[in-house]
């Protein structure tokens, strides 16, 4: 099992520029989170989904879109890319929603 | 939103000597977990703890869920270099798919 896997590993964006991060997960989960990770701040969860079809905001929403096609995937996007989303991007599935298991991350830079 | 409070922020110890960090809140919460982030990747669960005043060890970590529901202690003996990181505590109310992360204890180990 490959567990959680997110590309691309690092990514440089201009301001203004959309990207879409993929997280993929293979543990048959329903439940999956996107996470960020700003120095000092912890993990802040920015959008979760409880099954296919489904997506909710968390607690830092604003300036992403997210979509879960299929169960494996959770796609995060950033339509219009500003500097602020400059951060490490952290994927996440749980079967329960406590236990999760996360990705290796994203490291995004928007200059 | 919910707020947890990790205790240290950071820490320097010896190789050898034990550790012991904590996390407190003001709410009440029914799972508590501890997670470990090794730099460049992302947070893996170290400790799930899903009742009141339990205590369950990993190896050299201990750890103890309070009896108030509102705080976790985090104890690694014997610490060795591989045990360097950042330390999240993590909660869960009841029936929440959603979990809120401390902003994390540093450990760095000196050989």
């Known amino acids: 099992n490959a567990g959680v896997t997110q590309t691309p590993k690092f990514r440089v964006l201009k301001t203004g520029q959309s990207m879409t991060l993929l997280c993929a997960q293979d543990m048959n989960h329903e439940y999956m989170y996107w996470y960020r990770q700003d120095p000092g701040m912890g993990l802040r969860l920015i959008h979760y989904s409880v099954g296919e079809g489904t997506t909710a905001k968390g607690e830092v929403p604003d300036g992403y879109n997210v979509s879960r096609l299929k169960k494996q995937n959770f796609l995060l996007g950033l339509e219009s890319a500003a500097p602020s989303q400059t951060s490490v991007y952290f994927c996440?599935?749980?079967?329960?929603?406590?236990?999760?298991?996360f990705g290796p991350g994203t490291r995004l830079t928007v200059t | 939103g919910q707020q947890l409070n990790q205790s240290p922020q950071s820490m320097f110890i010896q190789e050898g000597e034990d550790v012991s960090m904590n996390c407190t809140s003001s709410s009440i919460f029914n799972t508590w977990l501890w997670y470990k982030q090794d730099p460049g990747e992302g947070p893996v669960l170290l400790i799930a703890l899903y009742k009141a005043g339990e205590l369950t060890s990993n190896g050299r970590l201990t750890a103890q869920f309070g009896i108030t529901r509102k705080d976790s202690f985090l104890n690694i003996s014997a610490s060795i270099p591989s045990d360097v990181g950042i330390y999240f505590c993590?909660?869960?109310?009841?029936?929440?798919?959603?979990?809120?992360f401390g902003k994390g204890t540093k450990l760095s180990v000196i050989p």
């Open positions: 993590a909660v869960t109310g009841a029936g929440s798919y959603q979990l809120t």
């Open positions: 996440a599935s749980s079967q329960s929603g406590a236990t999760q298991y």
